[in-house]
C-alpha cells in the first residue's frame, strides 16, 4: 500500500515486483522516503531488493528509511547488499515494537503487535491537528485590512496594525483533525486491534478466506472479511478495504458480500486502485 502524503509516498509492506508495479502506476518509487514492513514472510518484504536497487540504477541521492519487527535491522542489511550491490544512498532502518510510535512532524506512525503466526506489527499513520479555518468576515470585521497580514494570522503569528495587536486565535477556529490510516498487515482481529484503529478514516485489514474456511483461516493467524467487518464496525472506521485474498478466489466478490452485510461501506484492495481520503473536520 502506497501513501501518497504531499511530495513523499510512504509505502506499506513490499511485495515482490513493488518497483514494477510502481513503473505501472501514477506514482514514482524515487518518492519512496519510508517503508514499514509489518513482518518477514515473503510476500511483505521480498520486493524490497528490487525496490533499492531500481532507486540506486535511478540515481537517487534522497535518503530512505526502512522500518519494521525486531530483526528489521539485520534482515535489511542481508536485501540490501544482495549480490554485488553497494547502494549509493543511505538506507536507515529502525526496529519497531507494539505500542512505540515514531513522530515525523505532519504525522505519527504508531505500530501495535499483531496476532500472526509469526512475529508481526499493524501499523497506524496519523495526522496531527491542522489549524483551524480562518474566520475572514471576523477579520474584516475586527478592522484587519486584507492583504499579507491575513497569511501571518494563518501561520499562527500575531500582527499589528492601526495601533492594535491581533492574536490567530482572535480570527482562528478551532483546530482541525487530521487524517488516520491503518494498515493491519496479517492478522487475527482481535479487541487491541479495535481499540487501535479508534475511528479511523480508513482501514485496510487482512481478509484471506471468506467465512466459510474461518477455522482454517484463524489457525494460521488470517482474518475472514466478515471478521475483518467486525472490526471496522466496532472501531468506527469510515472505509474498510478488504485484502490480502487466498489465492483460492478467482472472484473475491464474496468475500465483499459477506463484509457489507456487516459494514457496508467496504471496499475489496485492489493493484493500482486508488482512494482519496479526505477530511471529516
Ligand atoms: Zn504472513
Ligand atoms: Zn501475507
Redesign the pocket.
Known sequence: MAVKRGPEVVLFDCGEGTQRQFMLSKLSFMQVTKVFITHF?G??FLGLPGLIQSMNMYDRDRPMHIFGPAGMKQLAHTLVTLGYFIPGFAIGVTEMAGGSSIDFGEYTVSAIDAQHAVPALSYCLEEKMRPGRFDKPKALELGIPEGPLFGKLQDGQTVAFGGKTFTPDMVMGPPRKGRKLVYTG?TLAHPKLAEFARDCDVLVHDATADSTMEEKANKYGHSTARQAAALAKECGARVLFLT?FSPRYEDPAPMLAEAKAVFENSMLADDFLEYKVQYTD
Open positions: 514472510h510476500d511483505h496479517d490480502h
